[in-house]
């Protein structure tokens, strides 16, 4: 078996939808960066990329790169999973934390989780994501930015 960790932030912004987890969330910011800064996949692609030895996401998928711009999470996330799984059978399980002051993540958990399950061809029930605000401290808990921790099991 073999363990990844990942973690990742990105600034929270006026004028950018909001993608989590891999899906849209209604709110009036969303989060800044090169692709959709989809914080939670791409701390779920460096934990996968962890587990395997393969470096992390931004040797694959550098932001320099104009082929990466505005691209969807998703596939990344998709091509991430291509270059492990030709290494590694399956998924043992993935467990998420985002750090979030606001919106309430809590009634899209189970959404995400289901998005990320098919996209990796493993059950939901081998997903699990968790939120947390930071009590309204630091970055994060001024609304400036989200964040998120992953940890993935290969088998
Ligand atoms: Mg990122």
Not at 8 to 15: A, P, Q, S
Not at 115 to 139: F, M, Q
């Amino acid at each position: 078996m073999r363990i990844g960790i990942g973690y990742d932030i990105h600034r929270l912004v006026e004028g950018r939808p909001l993608f989590l987890g891999g899906i849209h969330i209604p709110y009036e910011k969303g989060l800044l960066g090169h692709s959709d800064a989809d914080v939670l996949l791409h701390a779920l692609c460096d934990a996968l990329l962890g587990a395997a030895a393969l470096g992390d996401i931004g040797m694959h998928f550098p932001d320099t790169d104009p082929a990466f711009r505005g691209i969807s999470s998703h596939i990344l996330l998709e091509r991430t999973w291509g270059l492990v799984s030709a290494r590694f059978d399956t998924i043992g399980n993935i467990d998420a934390t985002v750090f979030a002051q606001a919106p309430k993540i809590g009634p899209f958990r189970n959404a995400m989780a289901e998005r990320i399950a098919l996209t990796l061809a493993i059950d939901p029930d081998r997903v699990n994501i968790k939120a947390t605000t930071t009590e309204g401290i630091g970055l994060v808990g001024s609304e400036s930015a989200m964040a998120a921790m992953c940890v993935v099991l290969l088998d």
